[in-house]
């Protein structure tokens, strides 16, 4: 009794206090416990390294050495954490509406092979490349936001689990691109790996000034950011914050809810396909198997450690962009097999999630009123 | 197409489908399992490319396939065991859980499995069902395992034990309401964590069949997606055991289509017809999702269906 007198006597300005204090420690939560989970996830694999009589010392110098040692690993880093970050987005904005989406591979792959197909007669027909990557940009994003628009309709008219079918599609949109890339759209002039025709040169897309870093790195964190904004400064953002914390709540308040659940997985899929679209007109040049390159799971990855903050994705993608960076030089240096950046990542999955037990267990990180009653 | 065109990719389909439809079967079984005490492992493709790799590991140093065969049920187990124990803290998400012991699951098996791509391992004897045909391509085209009749022996033997046996009772009663399971002493978190790993060793084993029988070796693309469709498959068999055989047994005749136009040189669209097990169980997963007869049957603790 005394703490609510206490509570209802505070001046206004406390009481902002009060919220501040409560939020800066809810943040602190967020942050120690992910923190917490990669240390003991670094400790497991150490161990496991060890067992097999490999030097963990020497795994992480390495992963530091290739990842971020030098101005040209750094920019390989940031080369690869640009996918990164746009199929964490794809996971994390419909997480926020309490979807698990895990086909960013599918959308990607999708977008970067529509963007490829419809390149070639504007290639062939030398259009400006500034017009050909716009539309190829619009297109791949287009393409992605159907590919993930589909589940998330799929889930909402049909109650069709969101997690198995947008995996399928992933499968499912491989399957497509190879049929093409194996039969009507085949550069036969290439035999060794099927392919679309290549944009050439002059239609690849460019570096940032003064960086060896293709645009897609910027376009992330632009869209990282403009998502955040959306999310939690605007009526949709509040309006998928509510119907991600009880769909039935949102319905009967009237809020649209199929119409947020597409929306967001259209905005998911076209991030997805927008990481193909520069994966084909900075990277590859072309359409191919090389499109399947994992980006999509580890996005997943990345977009949980994040807990679903697109402002937090950036420097986590940038961070497995580097480990995805170093696996060569892990690879050559150690004699490991490519897969030990895989069970590194396997593990660190696996540590986080289990650690989403601690939330809450702590009182340092709890709010003090709380504290005073227990 | 001649008749015996047309024979031969008949019977190159069922047989196919025969083949391709055990791991399948071991699977679902497994998420079945898993399922009806009102948990759900997505993780299952990852404990399927590990066995797979464990089996194949075991049969070439042992040279004894069934070995094999036992250990990759192990491996299996040892991922389901993991599974269970983690999503038994509070706040633990099965779903995501499962989506990580996918990618770990994987990544053991890529990483250990580096040094088993080339040699080549003792694989299981099979035995034809169609040698009374006189027919050398039709013999060959029926080959089967015995692990096909394995799978469908536990199939038979959980749909009894769910129906009759006291362990049936606790598993379903786990999976439907945990309150109730509780109120009777029975500790639902146990339940599920047996479940889990015997549904686990069950993956496992299902795994052991695509490295040491079909396809029969190891490779990095040796399972794409299987585990995953076998878990979308058991909400199309609605829960039962032997419904899961003949959702089995359809997947795998969708998965053989290619393959048997292709043993008669037929090649076009061959990238279509590896699309048409994903495609076929989408279009199931469309049909089932929300249908009156799934959710009278859905375990009531389940999570994948809210």
Known sequence: MAEIANHLGTPPAATRMNDLSIRVRRSAEYVAIPLFALAVSAVLFSLFLLALGKSPSEFFQLVIRGGFGTAFSLQNTLQRSAPLILTALAVAVPARIGLVIIGGEGALVMGGFAAAALAIPMVVGHWPPLLTWFIMAVTAALVGGIWIGIVGYLRHARGVNETISSLLMTYIGIAIMNFFVEGALRDLSNPNKPSTMPLGDAYMLGKMPGTDVHWGLAVGVILAIILQILLTRTTFGFAVRVAGGNARAALAQGLPVGKLIVICCMIAGACAGLAGFFEVAAIQGRANASLVAGYGFTGILVAFLARHNPIAIIPVAIMFGGIVASGGLIQRRMDLPDATVLVLQGLTFVVLLTSETLYGRFKIFQPPTTDDRT | ?306
Request: with cysteine; aromatic share 12%.
């Open chain 2, 1 to 306: 197409m001649s008749d015996s065109a047309f024979a031969i990719v008949f019977f190159a389909i069922v047989g196919g489908a025969l083949r391709v439809s055990t791991p399948f079967m071991f699977v679902a079984l497994g998420e079945c399992l898993t399922e009806k005490s009102g948990r759900v492992n997505l993780g299952l493709e990852g404990t399927l490319v590990l066995g797979a790799m464990t089996a194949y590991a075991v049969s070439y140093h042992s040279g004894y396939p069934w070995l094999g065969v036992f250990a990759a049920g192990l491996s299996g187990a040892v991922l389901g065991a993991m599974h269970g124990y983690i999503c038994k803290l509070p706040k633990v998400n099965d779903i995501a859980v499962g989506i990580a012991m996918m990618l770990f699951g994987t990544g053991i098996a890529f990483f250990f499995g580096k040094a088993y791509i080339q040699p080549s391992a003792p694989r299981l004897e099979s035995f034809s069902l169609g040698a009374w045909t006189g027919n050398q391509q039709i013999a060959t085209a029926l080959q089967i395992n015995p692990l096909l009749l394995v799978g469908i022996a536990v199939a038979i033997l959980m749909a009894w034990a769910f129906a009759n046996t006291k362990w049936g009772l606790i598993v379903r009663m786990a999976g439907d309401s945990a309150p109730a399971a509780t109120a009777m002493g029975v500790s639902v978190d146990l339940v599920r964590f047996l479940s889990t790993t015997f549904g686990g060793f069950l993956a496992g084993v299902g795994g052991a069949f695509l490295s040491l029988f079909y396809p029969g070796s190891w490779n990095q693309g040796l399972s794409s997606g299987q585990g995953l469709m076998a878990v979308a498959l058991v909400i199309f068999a609605r829960w039962s055991p032997v419904r899961c055989i003949i959702a089995a047994l359809l997947f795998g005749a969708a998965g053989a289509i290619g393959p048997a136009l292709q043993s008669v040189g037929i090649t076009q669209g061959y990238y279509f017809f590896n699309a048409a097990p994903y495609i076929l169980t989408l279009l199931i997963m469309i049909a089932s999702a929300g249908s009156k007869r799934a959710m009278r049957d859905v375990p009531g603790e389940l999570s994948i269906t809210k």
